[in-house]
């Protein structure tokens, strides 16, 4: 064995493993990392030149090099890939070992590899992790979950390597089984709700003030130094003003407009519909990233229908002073929506989780991080066992004061034919929300008319069925 004896390797020399190694080492603790390729393990010791880092070629010889138990962290590609690597690993390591995975696993994979592991005598978890490449290399947000001794052993490198609010290191144990790889995927489909948000807010100014770049660039300026401030803003802000060097164009103009995915905002759908919990406004920006990839139909349907929105009939300085107050409360929203699913999977699955640690957590370091995060923390602290997050009366001001604007956007932006589909699910899903009496009575009976479905009536015990007047043609 090697005399020289590292804390913890990384499997994956990429942009996210490569910089939390580095993270990791400038807090002082010694580090490996292994990649295939040895340009990325060349590259990795010339970043570390000068720290506690050693790249490796050789998987077995990293491991080796590390201390015991030894700890292990896999960043490479979800689904097939991960079990590859695991394979590799089981017969280089012993009982009692850590594994983790770091990647963006759906998180019934997790649930499968954790049982496998355990029965093995390896120690497991599943750990989201938010920031992307600045993140990892100068603090992102991490949310571990399963094997909590585990965890507990290596939280002294996640406290040093986490974004820090308050003093707060935005790290914090999940719970078990899935549970660090169900949150982050719920983290990113809340990620998808507000970049279509902010997308719409885009086509609303755009279009319908015909603001240009500049323009744009100083209002996400100014909203980011209010109650809107977050990442996505910022970011948002820093692209309306980018320009390549030499050229007059700003780049923004010069994307196609056909937006990718990894897939966890489709997984964070499908899982709302498999428990009955409803987040339609996440569920629309899936939607739309899949509607964007239809260029070619939307271009014959654009000279088919026509493409130009009317222009806004507006005044300007209230309008954007409503557009402000239409974001906030969709960016409200979007967060009710996904903390819901959480509270719902945590009760369905026994993860216990705590939604105020969540939302301290995502404070800082994350994608989603915003200063909203401060008021949605606080409703939880005060009220643990809040059912949803709508029924916080800190929170119910804020939406108090920002619906009227919310409507006003709206209903304009309908009017002169700007699609604004997230907007539009999410005003209509607290609309539902607050609604004491839906028409779901109608449904029942049309469903109890056609298929004797059964209904229940208002005040009375029991399940019923009615034999309703026949179907035309029938007798």
Not at 350 to 370: H, P, V
Request: with cysteine; net charge negative.
């Amino acid at each position: 064995m090697a005399e020289t004896k590292y804390n913890f390797g990384m499997i994956g020399l990429g942009t996210m493993g490569r910089n939390l190694l580095l993270n990791m080492a400038d807090h002082g603790f010694p580090v490996a990392g292994y990649d295939i390729n040895p340009d990325q393990v060349a590259g990795f010791e010339k970043e570390g030149e000068g720290k506690p880092v050693k790249g490796f070629t050789d998987l077995a010889t990293m491991i080796e090099h590390l201390s015991t138990p030894r700890a292990l962290m896999m960043l490479v590609p979800a689904g097939k890939p991960v079990d590859n690597v695991i394979e590799k690993l089981l017969p280089l390591l012993e009982p009692g070992d850590i594994i983790i995975d770091g990647g963006n696993s759906h998180y019934t994979d997790t649930i499968i590899r954790d049982k496998y592991l355990d029965e093995k005598g390896f120690h497991f978890f599943g750990m989201g992790i938010s920031g992307g490449e600045e993140g990892a290399r100068k603090g992102p947000s991490l949310m571990p979950g399963g094997d909590k001794q585990a965890y507990l052993t290596l939280k002294p490198i996640f406290d040093a390597i986490a974004a820090q609010v308050d003093g707060v290191p935005c790290v914090t144990y999940i719970g078990p089984g899935a549970s660090g790889h169900f949150v982050k995927m719920v983290h990113n489909g809340i990620e998808y709700g507000l970049m279509q948000l902010i997308a719409e807010t885009y086509e609303i100014l755009r279009k319908g003030l015909q603001l240009d770049n500049q323009e744009l660039h100083q209002l996400f300026k100014t909203w980011n130094e209010g109650r809107l401030q977050s990442f996505l803003v910022e970011v948002t802000r820093d692209i309306f003003g980018f320009r390549e060097n030499g050229s007059e164009q700003y780049l923004v103009d010069l994307i196609k407009d056909q937006a990718k995915s990894k897939g966890t905002g489709k997984w964070t759908s499908q899982v709302a519909m498999e428990l009955e919990v409803p987040i339609p406004t996440i569920d629309t920006a899936v939607a739309m990233r899949d509607l964007s990839k239809y260029k070619t139909l939307r271009v014959r349907a654009a000279a088919v229908y026509g493409d130009e929105p009317a222009a806004l009939d507006v005044d300007k300085e209230e309008f954007l002073k409503s557009i402000e107050e239409a974001l906030y409360f969709c960016t409200i929203m979007t967060y009710a929506q996904g903390l819901d699913l959480l509270y719902r999977s945590s009760i369905s699955y026994g993860y216990n989780l705590d939604l105020a640690g969540i939302a301290k957590i995502w404070r800082g370091g994350c994608i989603i991080r915003a200063a909203l995060l401060n008021d949605i923390f606080n409703a939880y602290e005060k009220a643990p066992s809040l059912e949803h997050l709508l029924l916080d009366d800190s929170i119910r001001e804020l939406v108090a004061r920002s619906v009227g604007g919310m409507r006003y956007v709206l209903t304009s932006a309908i009017t002169a034919g700007i699609a604004v589909p997230a907007y539009a699910a999410s005003l209509t899903y607290f609309d539902s929300f607050r609604s004491e009496n839906m028409p779901s009575n109608l449904i029942q009976a049309q469903r109890d008319y056609f298929g004797a479905h059964t209904y229940e009536l208002i005040g009375k015990e029991g399940v019923f069925h009615t034999h309703w007047t026949p179907l035309p043609g029938k007798p």
